[in-house]
């Protein structure tokens, strides 16, 4: 595991996007497992910006969003297509075809969470998973208690989350209950994970999932099992962690 604590939410972002970026570049056709929410938000303006400015090449990137709220069609605001649109797609050269993102408007939730995993099977599995966690310590929307073996299903949201979310809703009553997630399985199958987490409010879940036990109740914990995970925290998300980590990635060449 790779823990690298960076100054302040820019260089962290920089720092994910630029690994993303090397991928890319490394491999073209290569499979992107993306997040959202305000942390990657930075990640996203950053490879937006290598696109225009630095010919970054999208066209032939494929990815998969880890989850969607149950109930929101891809035009409301609020729906995490309507998100990655907005923040990203709509900014790069990626084929609308190659891009997926759970439906929330299913009516055959088990058959279609059956068919997303089919898909990433389909193009080869993903490459890279992009992930944030939840201050109390949720991957996608698996919340503790979600069994580490787990693949896409329904969940319901904890209450913890519905409220950490409904700052970007107008009112409480709107935020959804339920979501379509990758399961913990599937992000593990992943094969490289870059976890990503900033501010004081995420120090606990950070410590926990990086020196605390591997459990159920903290399931970001599951990185400890990875074997190429990467992740990249600002200072006040370092709070709580009690061990010494580098603020850069090691050199490849020891020595320098
Ligand atoms: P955030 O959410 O990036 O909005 O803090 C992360 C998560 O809940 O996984």
Known sequence: MQIIVKENYDRMSKLAAEMIADLVRKKPRCVLGLATGSTPLGTYRELI?????????FSQVATFNLDEYIGLPPTHEQSYMYFMCRNFFDHINIHPANVHVPSGI????????????????E?????????????????????????????TRLKMLDEKTVKDNARFFSRLEDVPHFAITMGIATITETRQLLMQANGENKAGAIARSVEGP?????????????PQVTIIVDRAAAKKLTRRYPSEPPPLTPGK
């Open 123 to 151: 193009v080869g599995g993903i490459d890279l998973q992009l992930l944030g966690i939840g201050a109390n310590g949720h991957i996608g929307f698996n919340e503790p208690g979600s069994s580490l073996g787990s693949r």
């Open 106 to 121: 299913t009516e055959e939730v088990p058959s279609y969470c059956e068919w997303y995993e089919k898909e990433i099977k």
């Open 49 to 57: 910006r290598m696109h225009h400015e630095e010919e970054l090449d």
């Open 214 to 226: 591997i459990t159920a109740m903290c399931p970001a914990s599951i990185v400890q099992m990875h």
